[in-house]
């Protein structure tokens, strides 16, 4: 069964980091595109960035370019999303999702949540003094 489960969301004050992760189950992350979503509340769910993993490939929103970073680690199968210099702004539920190994995917912007099939629960994350 087909599975990804997101974790490391927390409470953390401005300018503080947090490291979420995306673990998948049930399938290879090795030909696949992850992206990382999050909603806040009363708020559309918003790309924030993707990798691709068979070609490499990273993309990221104009919001948190230069202050997000994803990563993989094959051997885990997992893949995280390293956020630093937080704002309150970035309070939300942050989610991953995986796709079905689209050759395009991760290339361009916005991130498109229509291009992924597979989601996982979700994790909090809020950003507060």
């Known amino acids: 069964q087909l599975q990804l489960v997101e974790s490391g969301g927390g409470l953390v004050q401005p300018g503080g980091s947090l490291r979420l992760s995306c673990a998948a189950s049930?399938?290879?992350?090795?030909?696949?595109?992850i992206g990382w979503f999050r909603q806040a509340p009363g708020k559309e769910r918003e790309g924030v960035s993707c990798?691709?993993?068979?070609?490499?490939?990273?993309n990221y929103a104009d919001s948190v370019k230069g202050r997000f970073t994803i990563s993989r680690d094959g051997a885990k199968n997992t893949v995280y999303l390293q956020l630093n210099s937080l704002k309150p702004e970035d309070t939300a539920i942050y989610y991953c999702?995986?796709?079905?190994?689209?050759?395009?995917?991760?290339?361009?912007?916005?991130?498109?949540?229509?291009?992924?099939?597979?989601w996982g629960q979700g994790t909090q994350v809020t950003v507060s003094s």
């Open positions: 049930g399938f290879t992350l090795d030909y696949y595109t």
């Open positions: 990798i691709n993993m068979r070609y490499d490939r990273t």
């Open positions: 999702a995986s796709d079905r190994g689209r050759v395009g995917a991760c290339s361009r912007l916005p991130i498109s949540e229509n291009e992924f099939d597979y």
